[in-house]
DNA sequence: AGGTGTCAAGCGTCC
DNA sequence: GGACGCTTGACACCT
């Protein structure tokens, strides 16, 4: 079991998602960015290995606009040694690694223009991967998409599109259920069809179930991974009191955490804390796995 | 220097 | 049919 936080650590004076506006978009920028951004991906890397965090999502504005026609800059090329670096560290220490493209990335809609521009952003996230050598281990989690009035007709549509995608994408997705439109259950019917693990998420869940336990949703998902996908993946977060349906807390409960790794007794998965202060309560979730005997 | 409106992209909901 | 929330950080322009 691997305890990990997404994207952006709050420690360490850095970010690794530098950007700018599509305006002032020049190679120039776009290098400059890009060098900085994998600059700064190595330090979290480091602070992670050095505190025993061991799963890491990898943001997907690593490269800004890589997906976009205006971004001709053949960052692949300039880049390939320090990725390789990078993803060299990565296997030698063990760590586990995701990505996670944002709203815009539907496979699933019946505009054919947006589903070409989802298989641009799926290919860079997919390349980035690559560069790093690593394994399948290492996976995109999308969502099940829009419903477009249908949900039948566009959960088909999704495992259609799925198959027109390249091999260097199919191979390295994993479905999450979200938490409105497709529950874990919607997710194992496009894991059955695909072959595509699905990537549970807690929170999720909880918004967006049909009523199945905790324990019993998250080894359902869990029994889609297959050998060569690694452990399961898991996403866990909790509601933020006070606020609107849906958003992330600001620490975690380790309470509510504890009664989540209680669900999941006599099962083995890697968890990426969804918290807003990212690294902070990742280091406390790990202190209470290690102290309950968990790791 | 600090504050704030805005940013590539789409969906669903609400009015 | 249009505004807004999602969920959120960083830019870029303003004062």
Same mark, same amino acid.
């Given at each position: 079991m691997k305890i990990g936080y997404p994207c952006l650590n709050r420690s360490i004076g850095c970010t690794p998602s530098r950007t700018f506006r599509l305006r002032s978009y020049s190679p120039a920028r776009l290098e400059e960015s890009v060098q900085q951004n994998l600059e700064?991906?190595?330090?979290?890397?480091?602070?992670?290995?050095?505190? =025993?965090?061991?799963?890491?999502?990898?943001?997907?504005?690593?490269?800004?606009?890589?997906s976009h026609p205006v971004c001709t800059f053949p960052w692949q090329e300039e880049f390939v040694e320090r990725?390789?670096?990078?993803?060299?560290? %990565?296997?030698?220490?063990? %760590?586990?690694?995701? %990505?996670h493209p944002d709203q815009f990335t539907l496979i699933n809609s019946p505009d054919p223009d947006i589903f070409r521009r989802s298989a641009a952003e799926l290919a860079y996230h997919a390349a980035v991967l690559d560069l790093l050598g690593l394994d399948l281990t290492a996976?995109?989690?999308?969502? =099940? *998409?829009?419903?477009?009035?249908?949900?039948?007709?566009?959960?088909?549509?999704?495992?259609?599109?799925?198959?027109?995608?390249d091999e260097k994408i199919r191979r390295r997705l994993a479905v999450e259920n979200d938490d409105h439109q497709y529950s874990v259950a919607d997710c194992l019917q496009i894991s059955k069809r695909t072959g595509i693990p699905v990537l549970f998420d807690s929170f999720h869940h909880q918004l967006n179930g049909n009523g199945e336990a905790l324990g019993t949703a998250l080894r359902q998902a869990a029994a889609t991974w297959g050998e060569n996908d690694g452990l399961p993946m898991v996403d866990y977060s909790t509601q933020k009191k006070g606020e609107r349906k849906g958003r992330h807390a600001e620490s975690i409960d380790l309470?509510?955490?504890? *009664?989540?790794?209680?669900?999941?007794?006599?099962?083995?998965?890697?968890? %990426?804390?969804?918290?807003?202060?990212?690294?902070?309560?990742?280091?406390?979730?790990r202190r209470f796995l290690i102290k309950t005997n968990r790791i």
């Open positions: 700064c991906l190595g330090r979290i890397l480091e602070f992670n290995l050095a505190n =025993g965090l061991l799963f890491f999502r990898i943001t997907s504005d690593l490269v800004p606009f890589a990725f390789a670096a990078l993803g060299s560290v %990565m296997r030698r220490k063990g %760590m586990r690694i995701s %990505m996976r995109i989690q999308i969502h =099940g *998409g829009g419903v477009y009035g249908d949900k039948k007709a566009s959960l088909e549509r999704f495992c259609a599109r799925f198959e027109q995608l309470k509510d955490f504890a *009664g989540f790794i209680a669900a999941g007794e006599g099962l083995d998965f890697d968890i %990426m804390l969804e918290i807003k202060d990212k690294e902070r309560s990742a280091l406390r979730a």
